[in-house]
């Protein structure tokens, strides 16, 4: 009888303690020490025109310390916190926070990353523009975009998202027969869910993500289970694969301390950050 519900016993007991089995959003390769947050005004002011740039449909400027919508409301993109911990950005971020960890493009070594550039996705800026997926916002914006091997995949419109992917596509295709091996098939786009063992929302829930063939990928939790502890970085995507998601707005995964080779977003933003010398 213990056997037969011992998963509804599992179940409750996530229900009912959900701290106690929830994994943590960074691992411990990111520390604990405080990361300084508050940035000069003028810094401040160029992070938020590249943000602007990447989002027009949506944004239509900033005023002080606020982002400014379309139409008209204003959010603020500070919290009035000068420094968080790697999980406190990651889990609690505002909108400054999206610029905390500078990120790397792939014509610079992919060597052992130090930060999580790209994992700070605050709610209020992505659940806007994007969609709330369990209410029903995400699904009419998708739409089916031909992937290398001719599937076809779901994708957000939403920013253009869809039409960058198909660039990457394009790009991909042109590569040649050999690169095939680490694209397909894709372990999927768009999955109404929250960041594996929190509640933190993907960006596959708002269409906005890719993963590649999982054969050749490498992702921290994994490592770490088999491992027993801190795995060694390790990635098999190449850098011409790289090269063509970053051409057309996305990062990589594999640029994360806890690193996931397999998975791209679209996140335009970072990228201008990042081409403007970060």
């Known amino acids: 009888m213990l056997q037969r519900r011992w998963p509804l016993l599992l179940c409750l007991l996530a229900l009912a303690a959900p701290s106690a089995l929830a994994q943590e959003a960074v691992s411990a390769r990111l520390g604990s020490r405080p990361i300084p947050t508050a940035m000069p005004a003028g810094r401040r002011d160029l992070l938020l025109d590249k943000l602007v ?35 406190q950005l990651v889990e609690t971020p505002d909108i400054e926070d999206v610029f905390a960890w500078r990120y790397p493009l792939a014509d610079q070594p992919i060597t052992t990353p130090a930060g999580d550039p790209g994992r700070v996705r605050p709610a209020a800026l992505f659940t806007r523009m994007y969609g ?122 594999g640029r994360w301390a806890d690193f996931d080779t397999m998975h791209f977003e679209y996140r335009p933003e970072i990228i201008a950050v990042a081409r403007a010398g970060g």
């Open 53 to 87: 740039a990447a989002y027009p449909d949506f944004l239509a400027g900033h005023a002080g310390d606020a982002l400014v919508w379309r139409d008209g409301t204003k959010t603020p993109v500070f919290d009035g916190r000068p420094a968080k911990t790697p999980a």
């Open 132 to 253: 709330d997926c369990h209410a029903g916002q995400v699904t009419r914006n998708l739409v089916k975009v031909r992937w290398v091997d001719g599937t076809m995949l779901p994708f957000t419109r939403v920013n253009g998202a869809d039409q960058a992917l198909a660039a990457v596509v394009k790009d991909l295709a042109a590569l040649g027969p050999a690169y095939r091996q680490y694209l397909t098939p894709s372990a999927g786009t768009y999955n109404c869910r929250a960041i594996a063992g929190t509640a933190l929302t993907s960006m596959h829930a708002y269409g906005a993500a890719i993963d590649l063939n999982v054969r050749y990928s490498a992702y921290w939790e994994w490592s770490d289970k088999a491992a027993h502890g801190l795995a060694t970085y390790k990635n098999q995507i190449p850098a011409a694969i790289i090269q063509a998601f970053e051409r057309h707005g996305f990062i990589w995964g």
